[in-house]
Antibody, heavy 122, light 110 residues
Framework: EVQLVESGGGLVQPGGSLRLSCAAS????????MHWVRQAPGKGLVWVSR????????SYADSVKGRFTISRDNAKNTLYLQMNSLRAEDTAVYYC???????????????WGQGTMVTVSS | QSALTQPASVSGSPGQSITITCTGT?????????VSWYQQHPGKAPKLMIY???NRPSGVPDRLSGSKSGNTASLTISGLQAEDEGDYYC??????????FGGGTKLTVL
């Protein structure tokens, strides 16, 4: 079964850091671009970041650029999101998502995890 | 960059057809074929319904169709069913090599 399972969410103070993980199974992880998408409580979806299948290229939304870092370990079939200098407005459910395309991104999010909640509050 | 513009809500009776629009600019929707649509039920992860403007992933019924004209993309659902109820989001690749979502549309099946 194709599956993505996020972990690492929780409560963190403003200015703090958190690292999210996304464990992939049931497909050849190393051949797909991967993404992080977030959703604040009661709000819409917001794209956060994208990473090349081999980790060589990354892109970020302006709202997180310079604070968040996406990475992956293809040997462990795991995607990461390191979040630093967290702000209240970063409070959201964070989803990892697999791109529809192999090797080339199509920016269509075909497989989604269940999400992990990040709350930034003092 | 602001979100793509979608109507806040649409509704229809079973069997009817509805259309949800998604308006952007020439730097996103109008400039690329990478427009997707997602359905989301409360408390659940989104589900990809349409990709690259008009393509359906395996398992998505052909009652759903997508199109694009200029800077506006559209999702049409014909033969509306109760299971179609939920929130719908469009997304598009942008000229900044990022992805932008619409604000979401709540579909109610009356």
């Amino acid at each position: 079964e194709v599956q993505l399972v996020e972990s690492g969410g929780g409560l963190v103070q403003p200015g703090g850091s958190l690292r999210l993980s996304c464990a992939a199974s049931g497909f050849t992880f190393s051949t797909y671009w991967m993404h992080w998408v977030r959703q604040a409580p009661g709000k819409g979806l917001v794209w956060v970041s994208r990473i090349h299948s081999d980790g060589s290229s990354t892109s970020y939304a302006d709202s997180v650029k310079g604070r968040f870092t996406i990475s992956r370990d293809n040997a462990k079939n795991t995607l990461y999101l390191q979040m630093n200098s967290l702000r209240a407005e970063d409070t959201a459910v964070y989803y990892c998502a697999r791109d529809l395309g192999n090797y080339l991104p199509r920016d269509a999010f075909h497989i989604w995890g269940q999400g992990t909640m990040v709350t930034v509050s003092s | 960059q602001s979100a793509l513009t979608q109507p806040a809500s649409v509704s229809g009776s079973p069997g009817q057809s509805i259309t949800i629009t998604c308006t952007g600019t020439s730097s996103d929707v109008g400039g690329y074929q990478y427009v997707s649509w997602y359905q989301q039920h409360p408390g659940k992860a989104p589900k990809l319904m349409i990709y690259e403007v008009s393509n359906r992933p395996s398992g998505v019924p052909d009652r759903l169709s997508g199109s694009k004209s200029g800077n506006t993309a559209s999702l049409t659902i014909s033969g509306l069913q109760a299971e179609d109820e939920g929130d719908y989001y469009c997304s598009s690749y942008t000229s900044s090599s990022t992805v932008i979502f619409g604000g979401g549309t709540k579909l109610t099946v009356l």
